[in-house]
């Protein structure tokens, strides 16, 4: 326990903060410094073949201590954390024993993480939690993950006792950013599949993501001075306006849940000559995520038609699709995950994910990929926590996967 809470503490106070607006790779440099950094502690730990791209991607081998044939196994975790909200000057703090009441997070600024906001706290009453300070995120997402397989890693090498295959880890930049498997390596990585150590709640395993897009729509109108505007004037905001309203109501994120899909308006900027939308289109199933991205053409379409040719331009890309298809033919290494944290006393909860992993993408570049749970909640900002326990079972999963992956 002590390890693994050290180890996530010294983390998450190291600033790794992705950007999409830089072209670079890794997107930010403090990534690559953090890289490093674990390239010194994974030497240090005693793991082999430990190496860095020029993209910064780590990656490691613990070898095999048995002549049994068993598979090769890879864990992966991420190392940027959330644009959503700031990564610098992290100051994680300790709630022992939590009693189930209020969090006072930051008591100048009013800031509390309360059960009343967030029912999910009531189920680690009497656990001790990790929170913020209310002015950044925690970076849970995924420096609980990497602290996990690398605890896991330690705990492995100093019980030789406890027999495994071959094991592969990696720690990405970018997964924050969608850009997590750009660089990587699935060759050189060589494990016959592998399990991002990335989601939330004890139990959490998934196979199933969106199938997801990015569209950016950009509204063209015409300024004229005000007093003279009569019939000239294009106000590019609002007709920017008129195309959120035809987006239904009903069908964005905080009406929507389990397997339905969404559009979401991620970012708005303009003045009365020029307005740009960002949205992302999310959806399970392929079909009706097809029809979503003809559905966000047709409503470009509508806008040109009432405001004359050229005033909405749409420029939409697909990032990553549904990995079910990939996990299935191989469910069995979803069952082995079941099995371990069965015998890790856990209750498998297999859930689609409602947003998506390296994994969804390295399953379509030829590594099956699903996800397990690393244990934090409310990412992405200053309500962020990490019950330390849950953490701790999130690496004795990894370390059972290990001791129970037989070759098939």
Do not use: W
């Not at 569209?215 to 004037?233: C, D, E, L, Q, W």
């Not at 998506?356 to 909640?377: C, E, H, K, V, W």
Request: hydrophobic share 35%.
């Amino acid at each position: 326990m002590e390890k693994i809470l050290d180890r996530f503490l010294g983390y998450a106070q190291t600033y790794t903060q992705s950007d999409e607006t830089t072209g670079l790779n890794p997107s930010t440099p403090q990534q690559m410094f953090f890289a490093n950094d674990l390239v010194e502690e994974l030497n240090r730990i005693g793991m082999q073949d430990v190496t860095i791209s020029e993209y910064g991607y780590v990656m490691a081998t613990l070898p095999a201590n048995t002549n049994e044939p068993r598979p090769t196994i890879g864990f992966i975790a991420h190392m940027d954390t959330s644009p959503d909200m700031s990564g610098k000057h992290v100051k994680p703090r300790i709630v022992t024993n939590y009693d189930g009441g209020d969090i006072t997070l930051n008591e100048q600024l009013g800031i509390y993480l309360k059960p009343s906001d967030f029912p999910e706290m009531e189920k680690y009453k009497g656990q001790d939690l990790i929170v913020t300070d209310g002015t950044t995120l925690l970076g849970a997402d995924d420096k609980a993950g990497i602290a996990a397989i690398v605890t896991a890693m330690e705990y492995l090498l100093a019980n030789p006792q406890i027999k495994h295959g071959k094991i592969r880890i990696a720690f990405t930049p970018d997964e924050e950013i969608g850009q997590g498997a750009d660089n990587f390596d699935v060759a050189a990585f060589g494990a016959d599949f592998a399990y991002t150590i990335d989601g939330g709640e004890v139990g959490e395993l998934e196979y199933e993501t969106f199938n997801a897009a990015a569209a950016t729509i950009t509204f063209h109108g015409r300024n004229v001075h005000p007093g003279s505007a009569y019939k000239k004037m294009r106000n590019s905001m609002r007709i920017a306006s008129t195309f959120i309203y035809m987006i239904p109501r009903h069908d964005t994120p905080e009406h929507t849940q389990g397997y339905e899909g969404f559009y979401h308006l991620t970012d708005m900027k303009g003045d009365v000559e020029t307005t740009t939308l960002h949205y992302i289109i999310r959806d399970h199933d392929r079909h009706r995520f097809e029809i979503r991205k003809t559905e966000m053409e047709h409503y470009v379409h509508r806008i040109n038609a009432e405001y004359g040719e050229g005033t909405a331009e749409i420029e939409m890309k697909d990032q990553y699709y549904n990995m079910r298809e990939k996990i299935e033919p191989v469910i069995h290494i979803v069952d082995l995950a079941k099995e371990a944290m069965k015998d890790c006393g856990i209750e498998p909860k297999v859930q689609p994910i409602r947003g998506g992993t390296d994994g969804a993408r390295l399953s379509y570049m030829g590594l099956p990929t699903p996800n397990i749970f690393a244990g934090g909640l409310n990412f992405h900002g200053k309500y962020e926590f990490l019950p330390i326990q849950s953490m701790k079972k999130a690496m004795e999963v990894i370390v059972k996967i290990c001791e129970k992956a037989k070759q098939d």
